[in-house]
């Protein structure tokens, strides 16, 4: 990847690149937990297309065939994680894209620019790839990131990296559709990506496991649709995966685990929620 320019307020000057995202207020308290998020103006954005419709579960990665038959290239799927329980003292943010990525450090200088400090990074091999870590603290403060408009940031601001210095990733992620040089050729049904569960996690907490189509904006409104219920969200991950957004939070009531029906009402209501999305205009 190159130098991409980069601001607080937006991913980039780039004309060619669409604002996806505002800060509206970098002073809020740096809490996930007791503060209730900033309603984020919202448009409608609907994962849907006259194009096929896929069951993401066995969705494949997009393959380029040539003349004679024969694969010329796969296009791994890209992976975006945001990880707030590993690390008590940073935010760990981990990008995935096969063996294509190399240093990054036109996302450090993005991510820089939204007020963050990487202090750590390191890199390691496995089966699915080249796995790039950053460690993120918030220059102001230098403590871990804790408001959701800010991680959401984050998270954009990579993706829009992503589709803006490998275009090839366009066509194998959600924002590929809007943002990028080649939406993707199948989309997602939001009915059947959509999964929720809550679970059990000890005496003083429980486990929220979110799966749904991505779209900007999504971890801002899954914590408001979760704290609107007065349910605080302690911790968790966010994962970006191709066309799919999966998030595990810690959850509690009054800091107790939820109960049973607590636990439904907290379900339904996410599953309601995610499969009628709906945002202002002000969300772009």
Same mark, same amino acid.
């Given at each position: 990847?190159a130098?991409?320019?980069n ?18 207020n ?7 937990v ?9 448009r ?8 096929t ?10 393959t ?12 791994p799927?890209?992976?975006v994680?945001?990880d707030? =329980?590993s690390? $008590? +003292?940073a ?7 096969g /063996? %294509?990525? #190399?240093?990054l450090l *036109? ?41 959701p ?6 998270r ?24 990028g ?18 679970? =059990?996690?000890? $005496? +003083?907490?429980s ?6 189509? /991505? %779209?900007? #904006?999504?971890?801002? *409104?899954?914590?408001?649709?979760i ?7 302690e ?8 066309l ?17 029906p ?23």
């Amino acid at each position: 990847m190159a130098s991409a320019a980069n601001c607080a307020v937006y991913f980039s000057s780039n004309t060619n690149c669409l604002t996806v995202f505002e800060i509206k207020n970098h002073s809020l308290p740096a809490t996930f937990v007791s503060r209730q998020p900033n309603t984020l103006g919202r448009r409608s954005l609907r994962l849907s297309s006259p194009t096929t419709r896929i069951d993401p579960r066995v969705a494949p990665s997009a393959t380029a065939i040539g003349n004679d038959g024969s694969l010329l290239d796969t296009v791994p799927t890209p992976k975006v994680i945001i990880d707030q =329980d590993s690390d $008590p +003292d940073a935010t760990v943010v981990e990008i995935t894209f096969g /063996d %294509r990525l #190399g240093a990054l450090l *036109d996302t450090m200088n993005a991510l820089k620019s939204l007020g963050l400090n990487v202090t750590k990074a390191n890199v390691y091999l496995d089966s699915s790839g080249k796995h790039n870590k950053f460690s993120i603290t918030k220059a102001s403060t230098g403590r871990k990131v804790e408001e959701p408009e800010l991680l959401e940031a984050i998270r954009l601001t990579i993706i829009n990296n992503l589709l803006q210095y490998h275009p090839e990733s366009s066509s194998q992620l959600a924002m590929g559709a809007t943002f990028g040089v080649e939406p993707p050729k199948e989309t997602i049904d939001v009915d059947i990506a959509t999964h929720v569960r809550v679970r =059990d996690d000890g $005496p +003083d907490r429980s486990l929220l496991f979110v799966e749904t189509a /991505d %779209r900007p #904006g999504l971890l801002v *409104d899954l914590v408001k649709s979760i704290t609107d219920i007065n349910i605080a969200v302690e911790s968790g991950e966010f994962d970006t995966e191709g066309l799919l957004a999966k998030a595990t939070f810690h959850v509690n009531y009054k800091g107790k685990a939820l109960i049973k029906p607590l636990q439904q009402v907290l379900a339904n209501s996410l599953r309601y929620f995610l499969r009628r999305p709906s945002t202002e205009e002000a969300s772009f």
